[in-house]
């Protein structure tokens, strides 16, 4: 299969270059950075592409690919409902075409993210710490936004009430960003990766969910598995789970 890597001199991008390249049944036709003409992937005859650049030019990119019926792998974020309206818009245009959107593609994180799903209904209080390195461009990060969303979904589902809260006096952002309803609070360290902990809390105990991405070859096999899989699950997906059973 024929792959693209869209922001390949970049941290996620040049492991993810790296890691197509060992694989045997992937061919890197390109390879394209900032400045690079975006052509060069239909010139190349590219297949699948794999997106890791910036949220302010991801939807070009994927308005590009999707226009030439190339699948399309992302791990940028800064995906909101309005943009994930404007891809299934543009992909009834090419209903062959496949696009993969996921917050996060190592294997912890999304088991986290389901553990988290699993818990929060169980508990009283429920709030998202994430950790990242400092030149990371958005917060929260993607997978803090999913992971509040599926709580607050989960939460829903079972009619849990509201988060006990007395704050009555605060100083902007003490309590963190409120993300459909719930607390995300964003670290950013200078020696960390990618990092999460959901904190749940009852009647005189706690539960603490943590994934730590220690290095970016965390997110390469998830990647790979979207890369194989796209071709097969034409259309707008959110989340590698469903490639995975989960
Ligand atoms: N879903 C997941 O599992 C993960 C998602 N991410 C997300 O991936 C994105 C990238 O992260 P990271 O690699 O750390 O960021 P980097 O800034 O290290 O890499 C992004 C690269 O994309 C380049 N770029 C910018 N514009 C374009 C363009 N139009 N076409 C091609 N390349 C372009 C940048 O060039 P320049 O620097 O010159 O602008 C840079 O080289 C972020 O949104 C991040 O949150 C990160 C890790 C895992
Ligand atoms: O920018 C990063 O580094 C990461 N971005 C993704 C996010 O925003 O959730 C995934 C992972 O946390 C690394």
Known sequence: MKVGVLGARGKVGAEMC?????????????????????????????????DFT??????????????????????????????????EAWLADSPQ??????PNFSIGAILM????????PFYDSVEIIELHHPTKADAPSGTAARTAALVAEARRAAGSPPFPDATS???EGAR??????????????RGMIAHQEVV???????????HDSMDRASFGPGVLTGVRQIAAHPGLTVGLEHFLDL
């Open 169 to 171: 006096q605060e100083i």
């Open 54 to 87: 910036h949220p302010d030019v991801v939807m070009g990119n994927l308005e590009f690919c999707i226009k030439h019926g190339i699948h399309a792998v992302v791990g940028t974020t800064g995906f909101d409902a309005g943009r994930l309206a404007q891809l």
């Open 97 to 102: 075409t496949g696009v993969l959107i996921a």
């Open 18 to 50: 790296a890691a197509v390249e060992a694989a045997a049944d992937l061919e890197l036709v390109a390879s394209i950075d900032a400045g690079d003409d975006i052509n060069a992937l239909v010139e190349s005859g590219t297949q699948v592409v794999i």
């Open 176 to 189: 963190g960003a409120d993300v459909d309803g719930v607390r995300v609070h964003a670290l950013r360290i």
């Open 113 to 120: 993210m389901k553990f988290a799903t699993i818990a929060a």
């Open 200 to 210: 749940c809390g009852g009647p005189g105990e706690t539960l603490t969910i943590r």
